[in-house]
C-alpha cells in the first residue's frame, strides 16, 4: 500500500537536461538541471535540482521584475555573483547549508559560478508568472537580441524610473510595506480583519460598526479597484512583507483639484511600530513627486491623539479645526482637524529622499 500519487515524484527518476541560452548564445554550456515542480504538477512554482559543474554558471545575471527566486546549497562551494541597485558588481562564496533570497522587484542581479574544482549543487524555487520581465546587466548582447524578440519581456527600469510609467500606482513598496488596491481575493481577510479590530477603530471609524456580508465587502472592493483604475480614489490595502495585513490607506482626492487627502488606520496588532508613518512618506512621495499635487492633507478628529500625531511627525502644518464637520459612531457631529503640507515645503525636507518603490499597472517603474 505505497502507491505514489502524481504529485510525489523521486529526484532520480527526473530527466537531467544540460542548460543553454538558444542559438548564437548556447556556446556556453550551463548546469545540469532536474525540473522537479514541473514533474510533479506545480503551477505557480518551479523548483528545480542544479548541478553545477566547475568552471560553469547557472545563468546569465539577471534579475526578474514579478518572480521571487530561492535557492539554497546542498553541496560545493559555489559563487554568487551579484550586482545590487548602485551597479557595483560583487561576489560571495557560499557553502552547504546557505539559503538566498532575491524578493521580486528589487533589481538585485545573481547568478552562481564555480570556480572550484569540484561539482556543487544547488535546490532552486522560483515563481512562474505571465508577462514577467528580467534585466541582464553583464550581457548587452543577449539584452539586444532578446528585446527585439520580446520587448515586452525586457525589464528596462531596474535601477530608476526610465519615464514610460502612468498613474496610476497600482504598487507602492517601502522598507517593511507593500501597498496595493484590495483585490477580490481579499475579501474574507478584509472581513476577518474588520472583525478582528472592531473595537479598535470604533472610536474613530464609523464603517468598522457595521461587518458586511461577503458578497457586500466584495461589491465594495471591486468598486475600490474601479476607482483605482481610472486614477482617482486610491484605497490601498497595507501588508508586511510576509503578506500580512497591516493596515489600509487612500489617496482620495476628495479635497479639490490640486490636492488630495491621505487616510489611513491600523491593524491593532501593528500599532505603535511607525509603520503608518512610514507608509504615509510613501504616499507623499508619490502625490508630490508622481501627481505633483500642491498640497495634500489629512484629516482627524481631535481627540485621536494617535492619528495626530502623524502629520505632526511628517512636518504638516495644523491649519485649522473645523467645528461639527463629520458625524461620529453615536451620529453626532465631531470636530476635524485638518492637517496641511505643500509642495514647496516636502521638495526641501528629508520627506522628498524617502526610499520608495511605486509601479503602474503595467509594471514600469514610477518611483
Known sequence: MNERPPFVVRAADVLEEESAYPAPFDVERLSFSRDLGRAAGSRTLG?????????????????????EELVYVLAGRPTLRWIPADG???????????????????????????????????????????????????????????????????????????????????????????????????????????????DHLLPWMTWANDVPTTDEMLARIVEFQ???WVGRDMVYGVFGREGQVVGGTGLHDRIGEFGREIGYWTDQAHEGKGYVTEWCAALLRVGFD??????????????????????????????????????????????????????????????????????????????
Open 226 to 228: 474601479r476607482q483605482s
Open 88 to 198: 557595483t558588481p560583487r561576489e560571495t562564496v557560499l557553502a552547504p547549508g546557505d539559503f538566498v533570497t532575491f524578493p521580486a522587484g528589487t533589481g538585485t542581479a545573481h547568478t552562481f559560478w564555480n570556480r572550484t574544482d569540484e561539482e556543487a549543487e544547488l535546490f532552486v524555487v522560483g515563481e512562474r508568472k505571465t508577462s514577467e520581465c528580467v534585466t541582464y546587466p553583464d550581457d548587452p548582447d543577449y539584452v539586444a537580441w532578446r528585446h527585439e524578440r520580446r520587448p515586452l519581456g525586457t525589464w528596462v527600469d531596474a535601477h530608476k524610473p526610465e519615464g514610460a510609467a502612468r498613474w496610476p500606482a497600482m504598487r507602492i513598496e517601502t522598507a517593511r510595506t507593500v501597498l496595493r488596491p484590495w483585490e477580490p481575493m481579499d475579501t474574507r481577510t478584509l472581513i476577518a480583519t474588520q472583525v478582528r479590530n472592531r
Open 47 to 67: 523548483a528545480s535540482h542544479e548541478r553545477l559543474p566547475p568552471g560553469r554558471r547557472t545563468s546569465f545575471t539577471h534579475a526578474h521584475l514579478r518572480e
Open 290 to 367: 508622481v501627481l505633483a499635487l500642491d498640497r495634500i492633507e489629512i484629516h482627524c478628529d481631535p481627540e485621536n491623539e494617535r492619528s495626530a500625531a502623524v502629520p505632526r511627525r511628517l512636518g504638516f502644518t495644523h491649519e485649522a479645526t473645523l467645528p461639527r464637520r463629520t458625524a461620529g459612531v453615536d451620529g453626532q457631529p465631531r470636530d476635524t482637524m485638518i492637517w496641511t503640507l505643500y509642495a514647496d515645503t516636502f521638495h526641501t525636507s528629508e520627506l522628498a529622499k524617502s526610499e520608495v518603490w511605486a509601479w503602474d499597472g503595467a509594471g514600469r517603474r514610477l518611483l
